[in-house]
């Protein structure tokens, strides 16, 4: 954040005349038409569920956790997301605990959705059914709440259609709530009265959040198409139920009547039940738990239908000591029926196991086997050149390697049209492969990752800086990523150090190649690592600072205008503020623990916080804070600071979106806007002179994305009905750089960009709020410049400490013509040395010092200017240069 002192008499005044306001109504909303693209990243989260039609080749669909349903494009190799019609009031659709797709009229799938069954989603299930392969949905909404997010998500799948007659569907509900049957396509249901057991089995039944003592209830449904013909409804299902004594039940008419299958294995949860119709054996994969994260003990069983006899198959026994995991992820090769395969559940050390057998499970051989240890052999090699990231910048020791063959391997399928194709989900990813037959040869089979256009991550923050790398994203489970190209995946995610979420980012507005990030990590892996991070190179690069002691999350943070300090919030500690790059911290006065905290845009010594419906100013670069009197605003809310426009500030929260023009003495309220999630800045329409606002807010009551380009008088929606992604928002930005260019986070779909479609635009400039302007003191005196050939340089004090200072040189084209080039050189009076430079190269020998321009900042147009900073150190006295020379190229 920023820093310096301020003329506090200033303050005093705009406290007296602080209020909240309301504008003039907004009129109806027009709409302006975008096209939306994802920022690809490719996988970044859990996909519990890979189905494909038994019946249509290449019909494959993906279900996810928190991010919706997928089908698979063949021509592309990529996914198609289905559920982005979903909106705010319905955000919990995207949590799909199971999907089915119909092996009769294969263009109709059903989806079983609701993300949490605790308070946290405030909605009941619902079963979606599609006839156009999920292009267009129809919701049959459920009296009870489905848990696509919760424990023993990867279980199933419970939801399935009848292959005799594709009328009928069952679906396994959890929570006591028992089997349930249509039999109109899914557009009615009913409970299955008959069915004997809802499943008692829940991770922790005391948890008091209501999430571990959730009860998976009845985890799948699979038919035996043999016992009725076609066109007739199954006389033969066996249901799965989450009971360590009692988890395989069985009809043989049709669902008039139910019983637990005799001489079922007993112990463990039965998280799979597939079966080969051609040998007659229902195979289950069981783990001593629901999963996914965990499982330590389990077992595979083979029951033969036609005699009721079981068999334990199982690679490594539970009662073996090399048993450290359960089983899942149970697929059938239908092309070779014999042929079946199984993964660990979990096996986080050294890497998930999958098991292959020939001979329905007689014998098995392993995916990697162990040599002489921590040596090991592999059928398989693995090409992440498409996602590199996905080794996670680890470089582990053997035994472990990196990347991870896989983890939650939930669901593993091999195509029943193709016996060399396979695919599997992970918590990162969709892994498979194409020359799966290789493992049975002799050979190595490849598995490479098959996420394209699958985006599962949860976004938390967003910058996209003037100049630089076009976006950076702070993001859950995988840390973030620097993109400077949208379309293409970034090689790595961030590192030095490596956060598990990313929780916070800022860039200095005036030095955009000084970035910030907080986040979080498990303490215990990496005790002397810090919660945050900074680099010099937007974003390319980072190096951790130093902490207080405390913080285990990273919380929120901000860069000062020109980077020569930062302001940090971390979660549950007290506010502290950082002169340079976080070498040590004070604390921050009058700005309460758990503040949210922004910078100025334009006055570096500007700090600002909210927190419990109050804005906090400070004036000397986070030091100190003040409430200032404004009063009628959210108790919760996001807020942002305007470009270019010292105290102009948008703060939205539930109840509206508010507007300060006099860093937060007053507010006005937007009139119209019932609601808001966040707000956002973009390039300035053609003609206008305001930035580009974008909002989530509801506006005449719906609840959208919408752009003002008049700050704030008018607005116009630029999504729709088809394109809402569930709750969207926690992140959004707009482009300094491209007009309507707007990023969107969603929580599970990605990141969203979208670019206008429709006609040109041109904005007549209306009156620029005014801001109450400030005195900011000069810290060293700024050196007069030396005009050269074309160009001239200025230097400026920024900061300065025991031993060490910073300082900023700006760079203007004082010709007639464009140059695409400069170079500034100066000779030091004492014996200073630059340490870190910031948008330029720079040579140092002796006292002479030689900068050039960077890559991205060298073309100039007449009387255009650009910047480089720097941190220094000296031990005798800090004399400014008295003459910059600028020589352009």
Request: aromatic share 12%.
């Amino acid at each position: 954040m920023r820093r310096r002192l301020f003329v506090m008499l200033t303050t005093a005044v705009v406290l007296l005349v602080a209020a909240v306001v309301r504008m003039s109504p907004v009129s109806a909303v027009a709409s302006d038409p975008y096209a939306y693209k994802n920022v690809r990243i490719d996988g970044g989260g859990f996909v519990p569920g890979i189905i494909f039609n038994p019946t249509e080749k290449n019909l494959i669909y993906a279900r996810t956790d928190i991010g919706g349903a997928y089908r698979w494009n063949q021509s592309t190799k990529s996914w198609t997301p289905l559920l982005d019609w979903v909106g705010w009031d319905k955000w919990g659709y995207n949590g799909v605990i199971s999907l089915a797709t119909d092996p009769v009229q294969t263009n109709r799938v059903y989806a079983a959705v609701g993300m949490y069954t605790n308070s946290w989603d405030p909605n009941n299930g619902a079963i979606l059914r599609s006839t156009d392969k999920g292009d267009n949905w129809q919701v049959t909404p459920l009296p009870f709440k489905l848990g696509g997010n919760m424990p023993g998500r990867g279980m199933g799948e419970a939801l399935s259609v009848d292959p005799n007659n594709n009328a009928v569907l069952y679906l396994g509900a959890p929570n006591g709530n028992g089997l349930w049957r249509s039999t109109d396509y899914g557009a009615t249901w009913a409970k299955v009265a008959s069915f004997p057991n809802p499943g008692n089995y829940a991770q922790d039944p005391n948890d008091p959040n209501g999430y571990l003592s959730h009860k998976p209830g009845v985890v799948w449904v699979t038919y035996d198409p043999r016992s009725s013909a076609k066109g007739t409804t199954t006389k033969t299902i066996y249901v799965g139920v989450a009971d360590k004594e009692n988890s395989v039940y069985r009809t043989t008419d049709a669902g008039a009547t139910w019983s637990r299958v005799a001489g079922q294995p007993t112990g463990y949860l039965a998280h799979k039940g597939v079966l080969d119709t051609v040998n007659g054996y229902l195979y289950i994969a069981t783990s001593d738990t629901g999963g996914p994260y965990d499982g330590a003990k389990g077992d595979v069983w083979r029951y033969a239908t036609a005699t009721g006899t079981w068999t334990q198959i199982s690679p490594v026994p539970s009662s073996s000591s090399d048993d450290y995991f359960g089983y899942s992820g149970l697929t059938i090769d239908r092309q070779k029926p014999g042929t079946i395969m199984v993964a660990t559940q979990i096996s986080w050390w050294p890497d998930v196991i999958f098991f292959r057998s020939t001979d329905s499970g007689a014998t098995w051989t392993r995916v990697w086997d162990w040599t002489s240890y921590p040596n090991r052999s592999f059928r398989y090699k693995q090409d992440i050149t498409e996602n590199p990231w996905l080794t996670f910048g680890s470089n582990p020791q053997p035994p472990e390697v990196t990347p991870k063959l896989g983890w939650m391997t939930e669901s593993l399928e091999i195509d029943p049209f193709d016996s060399n194709r396979m695919m599997y989900g992970t918590g990162a990813t969709i892994y498979g492969t194409e020359n799966l037959a290789q493992w049975d040869a002799g050979g190595q089979f490849t598995i490479k990752p098959m996420a394209k256009g699958l985006e599962e991550t949860a976004v938390l923050d967003l910058i996209s800086p003037p100049s630089g790398a076009s976006l950076v994203s702070a993001l859950g489970d995988i840390g973030g990523f620097r993109h400077t190209n949208l379309d293409a995946v970034p090689s790595m995610i961030f590192t030095a150090p490596i956060f598990t979420t990313t929780t916070s980012l800022d860039y200095a507005e005036k030095s955009p190649s000084i970035m910030v990030r907080a986040g979080n990590f498990t303490d215990a892996d990496r005790p002397n690592d810090s919660h945050v991070a900074f680099s010099t190179d937007g974003g390319a690069n980072w190096f951790q600072g130093t902490e207080p002691g405390g913080i285990n999350e990273g919380g929120t943070v901000a860069a000062a205008a020109d980077g020569s300090r930062f302001v940090w919030a971390p979660k549950g500690v007290t506010p502290v503020y950082s002169v340079g790059y976080g070498n040590s911290w004070q604390q921050a006065s009058g700005l309460p623990t758990g503040a949210i905290v922004e910078s100025d845009r334009v006055n570096a010594s500007k700090f600002y916080g909210f927190n419990g419906g109050r804005l906090y100013v400070s004036t000397n670069g986070g030091a100190t804070f003040t409430a200032t009197a404004a009063t009628g605003l959210p108790t919760s809310g996001k807020f942002k600071a305007v470009p270019g426009k010292e105290g102009d500030l948008w703060l939205a929260g539930d109840g509206g979106l508010w507007h300060s023009t006099d860093s937060g003495a007053s507010f006005t309220k937007v009139s119209g806007i019932t609601n808001s999630v966040n707000v956002g800045f973009g390039k300035a329409a053609p003609g206008g002179t305001y930035m580009a606002v974008f909002t989530v807010a509801t506006i005449d009551g719906v609840t959208g994305l919408y752009r003002s380009d008049d700050a704030g008088a008018s607005w116009v929606r630029i999504n729709d009905d088809k394109h809402q992604w569930g709750n969207m928002g926690e992140a959004l930005t707009g482009d300094p750089r491209v007009y309507g260019r707007v990023y969107l986070g969603t929580n599970g779909r990605g990141i969203l960009y979208g670019d206008r479609t429709g006609p040109p635009v041109t904005v007549t400039p209306t009156v620029t709020p005014t801001v109450t302007p400030t005195v900011t003191p000069t810290v060293t005196p700024t050196v007069t410049p030396t005009t050269g050939s074309g160009c001239t340089a200025t230097y400026k004090g920024v900061n300065e400490w025991s031993g060490g200072f910073q300082a900023e040189v700006t760079v203007k084209n004082t010709g007639t013509a464009q140059i695409s080039g400069w170079k500034v050189t100066w000779t030091w009076a004492g014996d200073q040395k630059i340490g870190q430079l910031w948008s330029g190269t720079p040579t140092q020998t002796g006292a002479n010092v030689s900068v050039a321009n960077a890559g991205y900042n060298g073309t100039l147009a007449p009387n255009a200017t650009t910047s480089f900073g720097f941190t220094a150190s000296y031990t005798g006295t800090n004399t400014p240069p008295t003459t910059l020379t600028c020589t352009p190229a």
